[in-house]
């Protein structure tokens, strides 16, 4: 096992000992000790980076995996064609938990994608997958590039429609916290998309998709 992963588990360790009984891990801790061994990582290369990534998911821990995709997304200007097998076998593998799915897609995944908008084609497929997750993740993952306006080539609206009726809370969520994104960019899209489909569109995703409009759109939307 790498140095730096072994000085991570000891330092979650330490950090889950003095933590106050029935209290979780304060993420801003975990992120905070991901920066320091980072900085003491001597071979930044994203093979190397990826290989300890993989090692801390491999301890299947929440903290150790808040380590890994924050590693992972510092390498995001070395990301390169082989990366989109690797963070897929991560969400696939080790993504188990909605913290997990989103902070990856939100950041080093989602990151990707914008950078290779190419890869769009794949993400259809998603939509369709046997782990909720990764249909969750198929929505989540377009929102940095929305919040960018960085996602021409990307059609939020085809995720949306195929994750329409979806039979999991959490993804419903996940897409209704994507129209929430684009509707900050393009509200007027968003919009006439909620107002065509408010009558099949289930109200959890619907009400995630409209808190972002102006008080008098929200209450015109709500009562359709």
Known sequence: ???????AIRKIK????NTPCGKHIITGDVRKLSSK????????SIENVFI??????NEHSWALGVIAFDF??????HYNELTY????????DYV??????????THAFGELIRQKKSLFVKIIAWTEDNDFWVRRASAVILIPAIMKNDYEGMEPFTISDRLMLDSHDLVLKGYGWMLKALSQINPSCVKEYLIKNCKKMPRVAYRY????????TRNMLMQM
């Open 1 to 7: 096992m790498d140095k730096i992963v072994e000085e």
């Open 14 to 17: 330490e950090l889950e000992e």
């Open 37 to 44: 061994l980072f900085r003491q990582i001597e071979d930044k």
């Open 52 to 57: 300890l990534c993989e090692e801390l998911l």
């Open 72 to 77: 992972a997304y510092r390498m995001k200007n």
């Open 85 to 92: 097998d690797i963070f897929y076998h991560w969400l696939k």
């Open 96 to 105: 188990r938990g909605w913290g997990d799915c989103d902070d990856f897609c």
């Open 209 to 216: 998709a409209l808190e972002k409009f102006d008080k008098e």
